[in-house]
């Protein structure tokens, strides 16, 4: 599962479409974690897509990851100012890839 504490066990290693990701990075096998208050790992994702699903505001949208191992598109949370902080996703996606900071 995603570490709830990322943001202070893991490094900024850069930015994409306007939020952060933590790293470690390594493409393409490592990716580290895209968004802060909606944060998603790339290295547990593998595609599942309930979140894109169920999140009543659209904040996540594919992104391309050839060579991953888990999955070659991830959910990114793209807009994720958006988020209303239903938990939705939390709760749907079946490998705990997802943490959204509510508090
Ligand atoms: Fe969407 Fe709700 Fe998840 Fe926020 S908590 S990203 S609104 S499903
Ligand atoms: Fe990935 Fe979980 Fe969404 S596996 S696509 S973050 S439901
Ligand atoms: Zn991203």
Redesign the pocket.
């Known amino acids: 599962a995603i570490d709830p504490q990322f943001d202070q066990n893991r490094e900024k290693a850069g930015t994409h479409e306007g939020h952060d990701v933590w790293g470690p990075v390594e493409e393409p096998e490592q990716l580290g974690i895209h968004g802060t ?2 944060a998603v790992d790339f290295d547990i994702c593998l595609a599942d897509g309930a ?1 894109l699903k ?7 949208e594919w992104v391309d990851t050839p060579g991953h191992p888990e999955s070659e598109i991830k959910a990114d ?1 793209a ?2 100012a ?9 709760d ?1 996606c079946p490998v705990d890839a ?1 943490d ?1 900071d ?1 508090g």
Not at 54 to 60: G, K, L, R
């Open positions: 208050h909606v979140c169920d999140c009543p505001v659209d904040v996540f949370p807009n994720e958006q988020c209303i902080d239903c938990m939705l996703c939390v749907v997802i959204v509510s």
